[in-house]
């Protein structure tokens, strides 16, 4: 999938003749006043010290993406296509670039993170359209650790219909609105199997698991949607369902 990727992209930046432009990354850790301003609760994933966001400078258009792995770069896209994408930073380069170039084009929006009191609000806008499109007797998982939105999905929906796996260790095992948090390396294809609409952050393309989630969603046949900005020009390209109402 990500040298599916690195060729859309590719194909994108000769059509357009943008292959010798240089694109510029701001790889430093954003406080978490940058990243998502000043909020109601301390456990989003960003502030708590697990992932930062890299961003992509793309002649004003940004681009962002999460990464574990934060450095500093300056260069083209001609650069950029030829890393290395074994390593995580590497990676979260390419997405941060592919979402600024794809904005750039106005092939996309929405590719930077709320803020504020915006997290909070995206978690019940979330909730409230899931509810009205599904109704709340459905078998929801989710993948990743999105507290605004778990809390909200929760509440709206019966709370052993409800399933969440994550990869970070500090989550696993813990409890959130009720609902035990499972281990996202081992349990992903049981919760997949056992719900009906799967909610996954839009991270899992930035972590690489994104496509062993959609190989699940197919071979059970589960509707797969996607939320976050990481996602936004992958989204796209792959024509995959993203979901992400305050990001701008």
């Known amino acids: 999938m990500l040298e599916l990727l690195k060729d859309k992209l590719t194909n994108l930046v000769k059509s357009n003749n943008l292959r010798r432009e240089e694109i510029i990354i701001n ?36 681009g962002q993406a999460f990464t574990d792995s934060p450095k500093s770069f300056n260069g083209s896209i001609d650069d950029i296509l030829s890393l290395d994408l074994d390593d995580n930073f590497n990676l979260a380069l390419l997405i941060a670039t592919l979402n600024a170039v794809t904005r750039h084009l106005g092939m ?6 709320c803020q504020n009191e915006e997290p909070e609000n995206c978690g019940k806008e979330i909730a409230t359209q899931l ?11 989710i993948i990743g650790f999105q507290p605004a939105i778990i809390e909200n999905i929760s509440q709206k929906f019966a709370k052993d219909k409800v399933k969440i796996s994550d990869l970070n260790p500090k989550n696993i ?4 609105a009720g609902v035990k948090v499972w281990d996202g390396k081992k349990r992903t294809g049981e919760l997949i199997k056992e719900s009906e609409l ?6 899992t393309i930035a972590n690489n698991s994104l496509k062993e989630i959609i ?16 996602i936004a020009g992958a989204a796209e390209l792959l024509e995959l369902r993203r979901i992400c109402p305050y990001s701008c």
């Open 173 to 176: 095992g813990t409890e959130i």
């Open 215 to 230: 190989s699940l969603c197919e071979e059970y046949n589960k509707e797969l949607i996607l939320f976050g900005t990481t």
């Open 131 to 141: 509810l009205a499109e599904y109704g709340k007797d459905t078998r929801i998982g």
């Open 27 to 62: 790889a430093r850790p954003l406080s978490t006043e940058e990243a998502i301003g000043k909020t109601t609760r301390d456990n989003f994933p960003l502030q708590t010290g697990k992932e930062v966001l890299v961003q992509a400078d793309f002649k004003g258009s940004l």
């Open 108 to 113: 996309v929006n929405s590719t930077i993170h």
């Open 198 to 203: 799967i909610l996954a952050t839009g991270s």
